[in-house]
């Protein structure tokens, strides 16, 4: 079975603070991929980034970057010089092909608030 | 436009009467499922489809059925809603069925059941 814990259920900052968002994923598979997607306010979701297993390399997009450690299954997620705009929900997901298909899981969210 | 389209976005119902959710992809993605969004609970699946005429269920899909005749729509059908249904439903698809793809997610279906 897979899991994904984002343990912090709510963080608040202000802005130009930098935050980084946890995440510790559970699978059995040495072949899986891991997930970011954002959730604003309006409620659509958006996918930020995609890492596969095999692939610890760091990744950096603006003020954005992920830091992915197989060591110890955490995929966490920095947002640097934060803005009001990044006030968000924010899922990390893991996939992985379980049986005849894949198989998204996501943890349970960590809803960013940014203020002035 | 690329894009998932959900119908309604909005519902309020009562118990046990049938409702369908519609949903549509324009991306000719084979790959095409259904989440439930609780507080505390995170998104989970109720099903999913590998392609038309192949649907499986996910982790909660007691209540709830599908269909996949078309490989652009992919309804979800509560035959006898109860509150406890009460939540935002989204669907979602993707190209292929592996599990690289990245899943395009329609804007959501809030349902209330009294």
């Known amino acids: 079975a897979q899991k994904v814990t984002q343990a912090q259920t709510e963080i608040s900052v202000v802005e130009k603070e930098d935050v980084t968002l946890d995440c510790v994923y559970e699978?059995?598979?040495?072949?899986?991929?891991l997930f970011w997607y954002k959730q604003p306010p309006s409620g659509e979701l958006v996918f930020l980034i995609r890492r596969n297993s095999f692939d610890e390399q760091n990744e950096i997009s603006g003020r954005y970057s992920w830091n992915f450690q197989k060591s110890t299954s955490s995929f966490n997620f920095t947002i640097t010089a934060s803005q009001v705009v990044d006030s968000a929900v924010y899922f990390c997901a893991l996939s992985a092909h379980t049986g005849t298909a894949s198989k998204l899981t996501f943890g349970t969210g960590t809803r960013l608030q940014v203020t002035l | 436009e690329a894009q998932v389209t959900q119908n309604p976005r909005y519902l309020i119902t009562v118990t046990g009467k049938k409702l369908t959710v519609t949903c549509s992809q324009n991306m000719n993605h084979e790959y095409m499922s259904w989440y439930r969004q609780d507080p505390g609970l995170g998104l989970r699946q109720i099903y999913y489809s590998m392609n038309v005429e192949v649907t499986d269920k996910g982790d909660v899909p007691e209540g709830y059925k599908v269909s996949r005749k078309e490989k652009r729509n992919f309804p979800l059908i509560l035959e006898s809603p109860s509150p406890n249904q009460t939540s935002l439903y989204f669907c979602?698809?993707?190209?292929?069925?592996?599990?690289?793809?990245?899943?395009?997610f329609g804007p959501g279906t809030r349902l209330t059941v009294t």
């Open positions: 699978t059995r598979d040495t072949t899986y991929y």
């Open positions: 979602a698809s993707s190209l292929g069925t592996g599990a690289s793809y990245e899943q395009y």
